[in-house]
């Protein structure tokens, strides 16, 4: 059965092929049942999957052990996370163990000012410095650069690339993060630098969609909102994240953005008519969609975390990113059970999720290695490859601040 089938219509359509779908029988039926039980038998441990956290600290804490034998899926890790190449493979190792199942370990490697490993690994110039160059095979080269380095550490998935146009010089959190001002170079270096990625065996994730390379707020501390018009977000911002479906991107991020013209009440990540109609039906995305992180006051200001988790899944996140307070994390969990057992949320929109998450770590998610060979980190190979990037100053990091 492909994954493909497994998603029409929102529910597994039998456990036999796709092609058998119109004949079907009361064999075929029963089959699909039972996989739905088999789904939904643990209801906690289904609806954990659709989180990702981050967490405090340089090594396994208990509150992440605790979140992880609830069933979370993914874990983000922080500069407060990292130490060293050597201490980051051990604690993706540790996360892995303790997990006792495929785990999604993700980490925002960008480049430029956002990275969050730099002692010990290549240092990786801005995607503005690398859009300058307008060379896709470098774009190409530097994203198996990060992939390898990643894998190095024990890490499955990279939060990257922006796929963000850099209209505005005065948006306050984008900016060198972006390939540049043209949709088109944007388009054509981020797939690129997403093949690199997927073929180096890390999962994309492109970002933040439907775009939030032109507002004048940073949706760490308000919501944006935008007032273009439908004609202007198809020749200037959804391009970039056409080609990166195109590309076969694993993941896509929601940005805390209002956009008028698609949903003038609700920020995209929180909105069905970006998500689900724009995103998936238009675009025809049918990868996994994670939100930013949900303690981001453009989101946090407005709603309780019980609220926010039951619209981003009744949107079409697939995976709700909250990255710092455990307490939160556990509500929010508790949260969404309530909803699934209430008739909030639909169970079709959980095992959607469960299924496309499954179906990503089946593609990326490798035995942890408890003894790493670091010696691809910062090579001279690699270093060579990014040599051929422009230097440019790197200024601070506009996502590691307290979301709080």
Do not use: W
Not at 82 to 111: H, M, N, T, W, Y
Not at 146 to 173: G, K, Q
Not at 249 to 266: L, T
């Amino acid at each position: 059965m492909t994954y493909h089938g497994r998603l029409a219509r929102g529910f597994p359509i039998c456990m036999g092929e796709r092609a058998h779908a119109t004949h079907r029988t009361s064999g075929c039926r029963h089959g699909t049942l039972l996989l739905l039980f088999g789904l939904m038998a643990d209801l906690e441990s289904a609806v954990a999957k659709m989180f990702a956290i981050g967490f405090d600290g340089k090594t396994l804490t208990p509150s992440l052990a605790k979140l992880l034998d609830r069933g979370v899926s993914a874990v983000a890790l922080f500069s407060r996370n990292i130490e060293s190449p050597q201490q980051v493979a051990r604690l993706c190792f540790d996360i892995q163990k303790r997990a006792g199942r495929p785990i999604l370990i993700a980490v925002d490697q960008e480049g430029g000012r956002v990275a969050r490993l730099r002692n010990g690994f290549t240092p990786i110039p801005s995607m503005r410095a690398l859009g300058e160059t307008r060379d896709e095979r470098l774009a190409e080269k530097i994203g198996r650069l990060i992939a390898a380095e990643l894998r190095a550490v024990n890490i499955s998935m990279n939060f990257a690339p922006v796929m963000d146009v850099d209209s505005n010089p005065a948006n306050p959190v984008i900016g060198d993060r972006s390939f540049g001002a043209d949709p088109a170079l944007v388009a054509r270096m981020g797939a690129a630098l997403i093949g690199g990625l997927q073929n180096g065996g890390v999962a994309a994730c492109a970002k933040h969609f439907p775009g939030h390379g032109d507002t004048s707020k940073d949706s760490h501390l308000d919501l944006p909102s935008l007032p273009h018009t439908a004609a202007r977000l198809q020749q200037v911002e959804l391009p970039p994240f056409a080609a990166a479906i195109e590309a076969g991107v694993a993941a896509v991020m929601s940005a805390h953005v209002v956009f008028d013209v698609i949903d003038p009440e609700n920020p995209a990540t929180l909105s069905r008519a970006v998500i689900t109609d724009l995103l998936r039906q238009e675009l025809k995305f049918e990868g996994v969609t994670i939100s930013d992180a949900l303690e981001m006051r453009a989101i946090s200001d407005r709603l309780a975390i019980e609220e926010t988790v039951i619209k981003g899944a009744n949107a079409g996140l697939d995976l709700l990113a909250i990255c710092e307070n455990p307490d939160l994390q556990n509500r929010a969990i508790d949260a969404l059970s309530a909803g699934l057992r209430s008739g909030k949320v639909a169970q079709e929109i959980v095992i959607n999720a469960y299924l496309r998450i499954e179906h990503l770590m089946r593609q990326y998610v490798r035995q942890a290695a408890e003894t790493s060979d670091l010696s691809v980190l910062n090579s001279a190979e690699h270093r060579a490859i990014v040599e051929q990037i422009a230097a440019v100053p790197v200024g601070p990091d506009p996502t590691e601040r307290s979301t709080t």
